[in-house]
């Protein structure tokens, strides 16, 4: 049975390295029996219609010229991608249909169809090539041996029969979009885009399980994202939200592509081939997804109005000029959106029953849910009042309204129009990972903080983690009865798992709040920014991972616009990034910062007094929770190392962690082994702490663990922490056990340094510092 029908499109297979991408997208997707529909490589139909157009103005040395460039653009792709023994056969067949080409032109017998068709001929020819070098079985199909139509009509029982026995085999097919045959058996195409067509009508005769259109835009969003930094990409969108923006002219989704699927179960995703990890959009039936917000943005166009218009005749219309025509009634009369390269054939066809009412036309359209629609046209000719951008004509429906302008919408106010309607309203799903020390308190704290934001912002909380299981609920929790509905509902997972249930989640925003301790799990950033989720870190592995990792993980949330906060893993709930990023915006230059990182070895330092042993005080620090899960990490001064290195990537500084010098405050004997076997060697840890403790006794100092980054004049960074004796009196001799200082020196605070000093660690603070990155985060996303 075939499970999948992938579909390739010119911008997937336009050189060498896309077929090979392709290939490669097939390798970790496809399995034996699916099938693979292909468009023709690059901007080869195009080519193949000049080639008709001089072929029809007899202009026989522009022939000879662009069928020269057909065959050089093939062979080379056919040098790229196989060895010298394969190139020969596919070089020759290739230079036979050309000689047959320029044959049928001589003798004037050249037919346009035909000829098109070569396109997807030598695309699902070459594809099928490779992936056999690949040691896959493929076998390439021309669609006109499956897809037969009558008077323009497909013959689907016929069709769906051929297409179950040509394609019965235990092995892929790579089968030519765009192509069909009559019943006579000559050539026919599917229109415009209609390689997207002969995938949905494969999948539909051969009842597929789904079609995934490969494309070069990861998804459907919102507006187009070329031209909207923050244009949301819906990882669902229902199918008449669907089949509307198609009629509207939506460019990832055309008209007919939905129309097999109509009746069916199969699954039609849109998903990008240049970056095949991320999640793309499924097109769902309705009732399976909620409906969105869109506008969408119209070519030119003519509105005509037509005075009877009978049934079917703009389906024929739209199959005329191979193009959607979106018609509308208005106080009882009939109209046509038309594109006005098209106007004259529909003029041509509906000769005197239609009035040409306005022409050159653009504009947009709004589309979203019926209750939606009466406010949004408000705001809408609001901000076009605003923007004095002219309105010819408008036209409200139950699902969405069209604004048709004298100019085009240009990308500000197409922001504006976006910001104003489609940002509005939107739900922001949480995922909290940790429910330790601060995790726990964050949630005890997130009732009031979700009730609080929400008058402006919708937060779900939709998913809680610990390591081993997980509650995951994607209409949201109820965050009062979290306790509750742990205890019964938590279940294991595994990451594979909790990606998948992401990538379902039907919400405009989800953020992952990691509140572990865990390195594996800032590991799964990138795939949670594959999956669109913003990311708010207290765990401070992401951001002191090696700076490739690192610097990859932020052009990544960069390109899909996603934000990361992470303020409380440097100084908890202290605004130290803040500071640091607000300085250098206002033009300061940062040229030192020093002080006490650690909330942990400011609380131990601080209260030692040489009454307790220095273990039973961290055994104390650990019950407060202000230490890291294993104490060690903060005793190794690791986790003050790791704080410096944000501070340092905040200013911009290319660092890796061990560029930072370190002195442990624990005999590097005891950085090994189980917690319980530190425990049964405390004493050698108390000796060590009070031999330096006296040394700075005796010189009328005390111990204190301290940080300092300097970058000098010609630019060199200079970064320790570690164990310092500093005097009596002193700033930070005076800290309040656990307070964190940060005394910042830059080119305005030279003489008299910034300083940053509160609590830097503990659940509450911390907790709140994560709020008021949430709260930053619904901030931006408004
Ligand atoms: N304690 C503080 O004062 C403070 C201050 C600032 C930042 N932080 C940071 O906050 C984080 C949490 O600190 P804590 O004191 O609450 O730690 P904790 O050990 O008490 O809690 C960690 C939680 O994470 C869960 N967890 C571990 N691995 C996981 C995984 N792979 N997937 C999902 N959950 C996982 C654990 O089950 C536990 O519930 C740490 O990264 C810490 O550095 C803590
Ligand atoms: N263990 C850390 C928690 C805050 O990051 C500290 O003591 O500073």
Redesign the pocket.
Known sequence: MTKAVHKFGGSSLSSAARYQAVANIIIGHCQSGDCIVVSAAGKTTNTLVALWQSYQQQDERAFSDILLQVENHQLQLISELFPAAQQTPLASELRDELSSIARQAQLRQLQEAPLLAFGEIWSARLLAALLNTLNITTQDVDARTLFTQHQGQLMHSLNRSACHQTLAQDKIYVVTGFIAADSEGNTVTLGRNGSDYSATLLASYLDAASVSIWTDTPGVFSTDPRKVGNAIKYSKVCRAQANLLARLGNPVLHAKTLSPLKETAIKLQVRSSFEPDVQGTEVVKQGYSKEKRFVTTFGELDLLRVDTLASGEVGALSQLIQHGIHHFNQNGEDYLLVPSEFTHQVVLRLSGRVTIVESHLRGFAVVAPGPDIAPLVRQAQAVLDEQAVVVRFTHSATEYALFLTDQAIDSDVLAILHDKLVNKGRELAVII???????EVFLNQCQQQIARLQSQFDLKLVAL???QEMVFCPSGLNVTQWQQQWQSEAQSYSHTELLDRISELDYEHKVVID????E??SQLYPDFAAHDCHLIS???YAGTAAHDWYQALRTQLQERNLLWRYN??VG?GLPVNFALADLQNSGDKVVRIEGVFS?TLSWLCSSFDGERPFSELVLAAQDM??T??DPREDLSGR?MQRKLLILARELGLQLELDDIELEALMPASLAQGSWESFLARKDELDAFYQQRAEAAEAQGKVLRYTGALEIDAAGKVHAKVGIAQVAQGSAIANLTPGDNIFVITTGWYEQNPLVIQGPG???EV?AAGIHSDLYWLTQQLR
Do not use: C, H
Not at 433 to 439: Q, R, T
Not at 515 to 518: D, E, M, Q
């Open positions: 990972a940790g429910l330790g020390n601060v995790g983690l610990r390591s509140i572990t301790a865990s594996a799990f207290a765990n401070k409380t893993s908890a909330g929770g202000y890291e899960p986790d660690a503990g659940k911390t």
